[in-house]
Structure formats: structure tokens, C-alpha cells
T-cell receptor, first 115, second 117 residues
Framework: DGGITQSPKYLFRKEGQNVTLSCEQNLNHDAMYWYRQDPGQGLRLIYYSQIVNDFQKGDIAEGYSVSREKKESFPLTVTSAQKNPTAFYLC??????????????FGDGTRLSIL | AQKVTQAQTEISVVEKEDVTLDCVYETRDTTYYLFWYKQPPSGELVFLIRRNSFDEQNEISGRYSWNFQKSTSSFNFTITASQVVDSAVYFCALSDLIYNQGGKLIFGQGTELSVKP
């Protein structure tokens, strides 16, 4: 079945450590997104990519990095510079990168905690 | 500035009751899109509906219906005869051409709906 796969489901980070969250999609979507969700809050955009080898900062990009070397993959690295990384991270993709605003499809999320 | 407000943080109803989730949005653009997503306890967001700003027709899909009113900048969601499986967090979201660049969504804070048997 087509969809978005995020891994791992749970992740723990030690002080000063970088960790990478995986996001893979087989929907042949051009655009991919990373969101952060904190308890009782809506989703906030971290980074997005409209095309391979290109990505843009979202509203809360500090302390995070991404790459888009393949259309189907958009990994997110939470660096040691992100002082409050504990959150639920959601990856999404959508069909096109234009203003037609196709619905975004979401993965199951990764829950990141600090040890 | 673009903003989505879901004033109801939590709603609790008994099964078979009707329930309406409110969504109010702000945008300076004349062309925009509104969305509703459902987040069940498992965590993933499930797309429910998308409306564009030029289509004010209300929509019904089974027990779900949506009321879009540009005059009050609202896009409310009603569940008729609620069921326990409707228990989830529901998000309203906005995308417009000013903020759009790549289909970026602005989410409300979500409304947690609890349907008790």
C-alpha cells in the first residue's frame, strides 16, 4: 500500500547528541514536510521540501537540519543545538508543490524524548 | 497575519449526541484553502476535507458535515450521532497564497473530542 513511513516510533536522545528521524514515502509526491507537535498545541512547521535537492526553513527550523537527496526520502536531524527536543514529530507529503494545495498525507509520527 | 483559532480545547459528549467543532480563521488573501484533519490516539493525522475560498457550499459526508461561512470567517465541523470511534483530536488548518509557498499549512491548536458510551 502507498503511504508514508516514519521510523523509529520512539526515540531517546542523550545530552549533546544528534539524532535522525526517518521519513519515506512511496506516493510519488513532490513535496514533503516536517512538523513538530507539543502537547495541547497544533502542528508547527520545521522544514519543507518542494523538490529533490531543495528545501526551505519553516517557522521553527533552529536546531534542526534536513536533506532531500531522493524524492521518496526526507530525513530530519535533531541537533544538539535544539535545547527542547521532546515532542511528537510528524512527516507529511503532498502531490504537488504549486498553489493548488493538495491535501497533505501524514505518517504515524516519531515520539522523541530526552534521556 | 494568518491564524486559525479553535476555541474549544476539549469537548465531551455521550454517544449519539451531535457535536460541532468550531474553527475561525484569519487571512488577508482572497484565495485560500481550509482543511480538517483527525488525529486518533495512534498519532497519525487523517485528512477529512479541503475547501477553497470560492466554494461556500456546505458539504455532507455520512455523519460528517461542514459549514463554511466567509462572512464570519468560520469553517465549522459537525458530527451527527457521534460514536466512540470519533474520539480524537481534530485540527482545522489554513493555507493561502501569501503564506503558501509549497502548500504550507497553518494549524489551529486542535479540539480533543471524547465520546463516551
Amino acid at each position: 500500500d502507498g503511504g508514508i513511513t516514519q521510523s523509529p516510533k520512539y526515540l531517546f536522545r542523550k545530552e549533546g547528541q544528534n539524532v535522525t528521524l526517518s521519513c519515506e514515502q512511496n506516493l510519488n509526491h513532490d513535496a514533503m514536510y516536517w512538523y513538530r507537535q507539543d502537547p495541547g498545541q497544533g502542528l508547527r512547521l520545521i522544514y519543507y521540501s518542494q523538490i529533490v535537492n531543495d528545501f526551505q526553513k519553516g517557522d521553527i527550523a533552529e536546531g534542526y537540519s534536513v536533506s532531500r537527496e531522493k524524492k521518496e526520502s526526507f530525513p530530519l536531524t535533531v541537533t544538539s543545538a535544539q535545547k527542547n527536543p521532546t515532542a511528537f514529530y510528524l512527516c507529511a507529503s503532498s502531490m504537488d508543490r504549486g498553489p493548488s494545495n493538495q491535501p497533505q498525507h501524514f505518517g504515524d509520527g516519531t515520539r522523541l524524548s530526552i534521556l | 497575519a494568518q491564524k486559525v483559532t479553535q476555541a474549544q480545547t476539549e469537548i465531551s459528549v455521550v454517544e449519539k449526541e451531535d457535536v460541532t467543532l468550531d474553527c475561525v480563521y484569519e487571512t488577508r488573501d482572497t484565495t485560500y484553502y481550509l482543511f480538517w484533519y483527525k488525529q486518533p490516539p495512534s498519532g497519525e493525522l487523517v485528512f477529512l476535507i479541503r475547501r477553497n475560498s470560492f466554494d461556500e457550499q456546505n458539504e455532507i459526508s455520512g455523519r460528517y458535515s461542514w459549514n463554511f461561512q466567509k462572512s464570519t470567517s468560520s469553517f465549522n465541523f459537525t458530527i451527527t450521532a457521534s460514536q466512540v470511534v470519533d474520539s480524537a483530536v481534530y485540527f482545522c488548518a489554513l493555507s493561502d497564497l501569501i503564506y503558501n509557498q509549497g502548500g504550507k499549512l497553518i494549524f489551529g491548536q486542535g479540539t480533543e473530542l471524547s465520546v463516551k458510551p
